[in-house]
């Protein structure tokens, strides 16, 4: 199964999720590069949940939803900034998994790249409720 989700800015590819890859409860982000009609695999973490969820303005790097998920279906997830060319480390940006019985999701980045919002959520309700929208400032990483 796969989710599209966004353009890059210059139009020049989308991206999307594919999801239970291999019968495994596991999701990966892909770019597919419209002109070769290439498919990409960007977070290649075969045992993480891995959801894109925006596009930083850069062009670069993804906001993705994501957690180690080994043997559980549909994880909490904490909000990870991730290059396209892995040539920098994945960047946590959200620590709800620290908070039991709380988690966030259906993060988006404004179109500037300083700020993502998302919603609160309560562990346990299905996807996509939320009780609240928070705004986060994102600091340039060097």
Not at 23 to 32: A, F, S, V
Not at 57 to 67: I, Q
Not at 114 to 121: K, P, S, T, W
């Amino acid at each position: 199964m796969i989710e599209t989700h966004n353009f890059t800015p210059d139009d020049k590819a989308i991206t999307l999720t594919a999801y239970l890859i291999k019968g495994g409860h596991n999701t990966e982000g892909y770019t597919l590069d419209l002109e070769p009609k290439k498919l990409t695999n960007f977070t290649r973490t075969p045992d993480d949940y891995e959801k894109v969820e925006g596009i930083f303005p850069d062009g670069k790097s993804a906001l993705v939803e994501r957690n180690h998920s080994v043997g559980k279906p549909w994880p909490m997830v904490d909000a990870w900034r991730v290059w396209f060319d892995g040539s920098k480390e994945p960047q946590r940006l959200t620590h709800f998994l620290d908070f039991k019985g709380y988690k966030a999701s259906n993060y988006v980045v404004s179109d500037d790249g300083r700020l993502i919002a998302f919603q609160l959520g309560i562990s346990g309700d299905e996807a996509g409720v939320g009780y609240g929208i928070f705004l986060m400032e994102i600091k340039a990483r060097p």
